[in-house]
């Protein structure tokens, strides 16, 4: 079966390692078909994504790369583009504006409807960020925050489509069981109704490694039980590592397959041009 990959970040956002060097290690791991997705620009100051004013020299660095390594990888160009409520939602048109072959559309700001740019930064290593985004923009009630979180992640999905969602659950990782766990009712019913929604509108689901290799976290995004949902209504998946350095190129990669098959999955998703579907070795 053909390896691939479609979410890496490099030093044109935050990642540690340059787009070459990501690139090269994809080639020692093996990859045959490889996405670089840096974040995209968002419209506020940001140390997490790509400047706008540098998308050109990333979509040129990425056109070098993909002529050089011609021979040894398939490489997409791709980027990490957040859906933010009232703030930024078009991300099919970003994805045609910025001449993508493909996006991973994923949520890392949380906010309710309203003017404020600010909003709930659910990522990163630091729980006391998140505890003091819950507490400032949600009085510290995190029902109503992963409500917020579940509900406009199916605007992102009923708005756009997007090629790949990204981590779908990662709400749960800066938590840390601490207010709920996989087992709390109301997280259950959110997880369960939005699986519906994914499942309507036919997207594929990344199955995220990065938690489990950073040990943020006891499982994949999403996790087994959730996999285990959408196996049983036909959700299609693929497998990406997120990574951030090129030492992360393929960490739990094939511990991600391993979980897909042991869950009955047969088949995983891969893009070459088109997104098509391979079996499972």
């Known amino acids: 079966m053909y390896k691939t990959n479609y979410h890496s970040h490099n030093t044109f ?6 787009m070459e060097d990501i690139v090269k290690a994809a080639i020692r791991e093996g990859f045959s078909h490889f996405g670089i997705s840096s974040h995209a620009p968002v419209p506020f100051e940001s140390k997490v994504a790509l400047k706008k004013e540098r998308l050109e020299e990333y979509k040129t660095e990425f056109k070098r790369l993909k ?37 991973v559309g994923s949520i890392h700001h949380v906010k309710e409807h309203n003017e404020d740019i600010d909003s709930w930064f659910i990522d990163g290593h630091d729980k006391d960020v ?13 029902k ?8 406009q992640q199916i605007q992102m999905v ?7 969602l990204g981590h779908c659950d990662k709400v749960y990782m800066n938590n840390a069981g601490r207010f709920f ?13 939005f699986i519906q929604v994914i499942k309507e509108n036919e997207v594929i689901v990344e199955v995220n490694t990065r938690g489990l290799y950073k ?6 995004y999403p996790a087994t039980k959730w996999l285990k949902i959408m196996k049983q209504e036909g959700i299609k998946v693929t497998v990406s590592t997120d990574c ?9 990669y094939k511990e991600a397959l391993d979980t897909l098959k042991a869950i009955g999955y047969r088949e995983v998703c891969y893009f070459d041009g088109e997104w098509k579907e391979q079996l499972i070795d």
């Open 244 to 252: 951030h350095k090129d030492t992360e190129v393929g960490l739990f």
């Open 130 to 142: 998140y505890d003091r985004g819950l507490q400032k923009f949600f009085n510290s009630d995190i």
């Open 13 to 18: 956002c935050d990642g540690k390692s340059t």
């Open 144 to 151: 109503r925050a992963c409500s917020a979180y579940f509900n």
């Open 67 to 103: 002529d050089k390594y011609s021979s040894e990888i398939n490489l997409y160009l791709g980027l990490e583009i957040d859906f933010i409520t009232d703030i930024q939602e078009d991300l099919k048109g970003q994805k045609k504006e910025y001449g993508l072959d493909f996006y």
């Open 158 to 164: 009923e708005k756009n489509r997007p090629d790949i």
């Open 215 to 220: 040990g943020r976290c006891d499982d994949f």
């Open 181 to 193: 766990d996989r087992q709390t009712p109301w997280y259950e019913s959110m997880v369960r109704d």
